[in-house]
C-alpha cells in the first residue's frame, strides 16, 4: 500500500502550486483520500478531503474558497489545486487514506510529505 505525493516546491505569494497524490497497492475506491499538512512547529492539520464515490469534498476553514481537491479514478490519483498561497499555507504536505469518515483520526495510510514554501 503506497501512498505517493508529490508536487511541492517554492513558489510566491498569490501564487498556485498542484499537488498530487498516487495510489497503488491497493484499491482505494470505497476510501476517504485527505491532504493533511504540517507547518514547522505546529501540529498536522486537516486540509481537505474527497470521497472516492460520489466526489463529495470538505474543506478546512483556512483553505476554503482557495484549495481544491479532486481525483482521477482512471489514474489512482488525488490531486489538491492550492491558489492565492500565503507565507502561512508554508508547510510539509501529506495525502492520506480513510475507510470510515473523513472526520476520522487518524486516517488508515500515509503518504510521505511534500514540501511547500510559499515566499512573501
Known amino acids: 500500500v503506497q501512498l505517493q505525493a508529490s508536487g511541492g516546491g517554492l513558489v510566491q505569494a498569490g501564487g498556485s502550486l498542484r499537488l498530487s497524490c498516487v495510489t497503488s497497492g491497493r484499491t482505494f475506491n470505497n476510501y476517504i483520500m485527505g491532504w493533511f499538512r504540517q507547518a514547522p512547529g505546529k501540529e498536522r492539520e486537516f486540509v481537505a478531503a474527497i470521497y472516492w464515490t460520489d466526489s463529495s469534498a470538505y474543506y478546512a476553514v483556512p483553505v476554503k474558497g482557495r484549495f481544491t481537491i479532486s481525483r482521477d479514478n482512471a489514474k489512482n490519483t488525488v490531486y489538491l489545486q492550492m491558489n492565492t498561497l500565503s507565507p502561512e499555507d508554508t508547510a510539509v504536505y501529506y495525502c492520506?487514506?480513510?475507510?470510515?469518515?473523513?472526520?476520522?483520526?487518524?486516517?488508515?495510510?500515509w503518504g510521505q510529505g511534500t514540501l511547500v514554501t510559499v515566499s512573501s
Open positions: 492520506a487514506a480513510a475507510r470510515g469518515s473523513w472526520r476520522q483520526r487518524p486516517y488508515d495510510y
